[in-house]
């Protein structure tokens, strides 16, 4: 069992900069691929990027590439989505997801792929 809390929302303008953080429970986070998704109101969960378990590979949805970085701190049972150039379409709750994955290197982008989800935390974009 993987418990995720995700931090790091909020309110920033267009053009700015947010650094989500996930810190995970459990003593095999190591051997998980961890993902960041979004949900905007009225639309359905997106994938926004993955790391695989060493964090030697690393995806990103078209509309995020260039801008955010996904990282991980396996000492620290910790992901990171660090999110530049903000954009008012970026506005969305933003979910941390694990799925016990190791040894892949592979992109997992399908949310029914993920096992243990966070609670969100919300970034609002404002133009």
């Known amino acids: 069992q993987v418990q995720l809390v995700e931090s790091g929302g909020g309110l920033v303008q267009a053009g700015g900069s947010l650094r989500l953080s996930c810190a995970a429970s459990?003593?095999?986070?190591?051997?998980?691929?961890m993902g960041w998704f979004r949900q905007a109101p009225g639309k359905e969960r997106e994938f926004v990027a993955t790391?695989?378990?060493?964090?030697?590979?690393?995806y990103y949805a078209d509309s995020v590439k260039g801008r955010f970085t996904i990282s991980r701190d396996n000492a620290k049972n910790t992901v990171y989505l660090q999110m530049n150039s903000l954009k008012p379409e970026d506005t969305a709750v933003y979910y941390c997801?694990?799925?016990?994955?190791?040894?892949?290197?592979?992109?997992?982008?399908?949310?029914?792929?993920?096992?243990?989800w966070g609670q969100g935390t919300q970034v609002t974009v404002s133009s």
């Open positions: 459990g003593r095999t986070f190591s051997r998980y691929v």
């Open positions: 997801a694990a799925d016990p994955a190791p040894f892949t290197e592979r992109r997992i982008a399908s949310p029914r792929e993920y096992d243990y």
């Open positions: 790391i695989t378990w060493r964090g030697g590979s690393t």
